[in-house]
């Protein structure tokens, strides 16, 4: 096999190749100590003891990736005919209006590129619009429009073309489907648009599609890349990105690379659109996967000391984040945010999972930086360094969440719609969600609805007392500086 010499940046790293993989050769996994020989696994020979250890964790993640290679076109089939239902039922208003229309010939119809086909996680929060009474200036605006960016980033682009022009008034800069250097297609969506009235980029990564096979190979693949300057971080999420092929994160990519990669076409037009004329910012937002990535963005315009860009640089806005990297990230992240300025607020809400991965211990060390603000099933938001339950495994919490489970259920269909407004009922779909929360609550609890009530309900004392942290921190790195210079 060709090796694909992945020491020449990076001196220590673990990569799986599922597809090379037969399912005799994964049982061998479990007992077999010739890793280095294995085509499907790639690392340094004197690391070899150090991932034999973790020969499970390989094990379980090759697998999860082999199925998911041969389940991508019936999952793309069941997700295609999942969706159709869903903007069937939409269109037509309800189920039984559908049934009307169907006897009299007069069913309405959309393809999936048109301008009213919603996707699966636009059909469990159908909201468009931005909240009427967080207005620019309100401390809330930036967080509310973030999460509304992160879901509209599910959408296709005559959708979110509509929206902006309909609802949000804003422009379209960009809306773009990346090439993965790894998988070989296109598969990292996100758009950029400005929004006139805070003079302020927004720029949108998708997360992880429900029937999308490769980004769930992605979010499970525990391949990783440790760099000198940046610490271990996921392989799968640098993928996503636009890490090169046998390169890693060269500054400019050859002439002959004509694939459009995540990372180097938001740099470059980002370049294009904020330069010392103007005074526009920007901000990086996104929900699941594209959580980690808006993180992982700013971390690599460090690397390439692209300093105008960080100090224009307004925000990261997650929303159910996983974790990216291990100690050195975190550690090289939080002087990034210490020496540009810019604000990093991880939103969690309540029992979502996947914030909670991957975990911090042993196997892993993963860890979370920047502001937390935790939700939980009642939206009242504080600032936490960490989520509870920081691992999600815990036998004396598998009660209570599902008892939590069954109040969130009570209180989408009718507490909040009474306390709050129509606008917070939740769509049928979202309440079969629900349902399957009362088994599974740590994914049900993963969805944007929950992120965007969170954003619209958050007391503005919350970000006062963010802005209160974030002046002190600045005078705590001021003070010994000023001192000595006098």
Known sequence: MESLSFHKFSGNYLVLRPNEVSVFDLFRILWSHDLEEKAFVECPPERLHENIRRRWLIFMSLSSQKLLLHAAAPLRWIGDKVEMWVNLVSLNRNVFVLLSNLLRGKVKMSDRESEVFTSFIGGLDRRVELDKNIKPGDCRYLGALAAMAAKLAYENEAFVRRILRDYWKMELIGHYN????????????????????????????????????????????????????????????????????????PLNLDEDHDRPLGYYTLREKLKEKLNPTNETRFMVTGHSLGGALSILFPAVLALHKEGLLLERLEGVYTFGQPRVGNTKFKEFMEIQLRNHGFRYLRYVYCNDMIPRTPTDDLTFLYKHFGSCIYFNSCYKGKILEEEPHKNYISVFAWIPRLLNAAWELVRGLIVLPMMKGPEYKETWLLTLLRLWGLVFPGLSAHNTQDYGNATRLISPRIYHQLQHNRKGRIADVLTPILAHES
């Open 178 to 249: 990346f090439w993965n250097d790894y998988q070989k297609k296109n598969n990292t969506q996100a758009f950029m648009v400005y929004d006139q009235t805070t003079d302020m980029i927004i720029v949108a990564f998708r997360g992880t599609e429900p029937f999308n096979a490769d980004d769930w190979s992605t979010d499970l693949d525990v391949s990783w890349f440790e760099l000198d300057e940046m610490g271990k971080i996921h392989g799968g999420f640098m993928k996503a990105l636009g890490l090169v092929m046998e390169k890693g994160w």
